[in-house]
């Protein structure tokens, strides 16, 4: 059974590409030089809707695309930054789907530290490992 490994990456404003180029030759590397005896799951960022960059991603041949949703539909205005956005998370993961069938898409909602700006959290669910 491969070994599972995690790669996350957090907004790269400051990069043409949000990262995505670093990204998908890091994980390119990876798979090569393990000669597939690694899973590979990215946690990526959703590079501002550009779905070129999901391309990359996805072409890197990794085993799962997968992007923080942080939380509900109806709640995206109020936790998430403005610059993301529902619609924009779900362009990304189904441009991900598309592009590469074989690979999983997945939307993640996880729970973070909260900074002062964000409203009370209250936990419906067991965190999960």
Known sequence: MPAPMLPCSVDRDDLPDGGAS????TISLLKERTAGRLLVEALVPDFGGDEACAKVIVDSGLDVYAHNIETVERLQRVVRDRRAN??????????????????????????????????????????CL
Request: net charge positive; with cysteine.
């Open 22 to 25: 670093h990204i998908g030759r």
């Open 86 to 127: 529902w619609e924009q998370s779900m362009r990304m993961l189904a441009t991900a789907k598309r592009v590469r069938a074989a690979a999983a898409a997945v939307g993640c909602m996880r729970s973070y530290a909260l900074e002062h700006t964000h409203p009370p959290c209250a936990p419906r669910f067991p965190p």
